[in-house]
DNA sequence: CCTAAACCTGACGTCGACGTGAGGTACGAG
DNA sequence: CTCGTACCTCACGTCGACGTCAGGTTTAGG
């Protein structure tokens, strides 16, 4: 599979594959042309890459931490960062969910003010 | 209260406030020597605007939202703001909330082929 | 009056995950 | 062989919430 259609199948564009790879997250074979060549398991890595770009990792603790979240194999300090990162996601989801309760209140007295008004 | 002490009793840096007042987040009376002189409410907006900071909202987004969120009225406009962002936030959780189950997977393989092995 | 600490206004630097443009090469269809 | 599209490698630009440095002023205390 060459570039642009994982693009289209992961959702992520060109740019950002190449720069998965000059970040070390992601390998490609290439063609004699020079042209990089996945192999269909790269549509999975990528994905997973998304998922913990999304909960906040940078792509420093992404590159150390893919070895064990794709084989399940970790080191002690692997570890301690695993679940150093997992409760920080727990402490964001936290977060949210106080700001997300906040603008609910204000949410409900905005509508009920309107509901008197009206 | 100068602006120091309310850097300290709210946690963010002196440039941070010097920030919000640029973007128009955050008013101060001045003394005739021209330094900030903050009220006490300031203390409880400082907070507020870290609180929607934290939830991921930008500055614009805030100064939008602040009137309402700090008086209870709101236009319809506001208010559609609002629950825009109440469900990005929610939508946030749920990404964060998935992140963090694989995580959790991934710690209990690893612990588990530890256990094994000990 | 003097001094140290706190404050002031610019204005440039930072960091991460890409976007974007330049200038050139590879590949597949006809 | 040729054309159009996809691809390649630099390398600079972006955006947001500040950090940081420079050079000067204000304030509170002794």
Redesign the pocket.
């Known amino acids: 599979m060459?570039?642009?259609?994982l693009?289209r199948r992961s959702g992520?564009?060109?740019?950002?594959l190449?720069?998965y790879e000059e970040?070390r997250l992601l390998e490609?074979a290439r063609?004699?042309?020079?042209?990089?060549d996945y192999p269909d398991e790269a549509l999975e890595r990528v994905q997973l890459i998304q998922d913990l770009?999304a909960a906040g990792?940078?792509?420093?603790t992404v590159v150390e931490l893919l070895p064990c979240v794709s084989t399940g194999v970790a080191t002690p300090a692997m570890l301690d960062q695993l679940i150093i990162e997992r409760d920080r996601i727990a402490a964001r989801i936290q977060d949210l969910t106080r700001a997300k309760t906040k603008l609910g209140r204000v949410i409900e007295n905005v509508t009920a003010a309107k509901v008197v008004q009206d």
């Not at 060459?2 to 259609?5: D, E, H, N, S, V």
């Not at 990792?57 to 420093?60: A, Q």
């Open positions: 060459r570039i642009g259609q693009a992520v564009s060109v740019r950002a190449r720069y970040q490609s063609t004699p042309g020079g042209q990089r770009f990792l940078s792509s420093r």
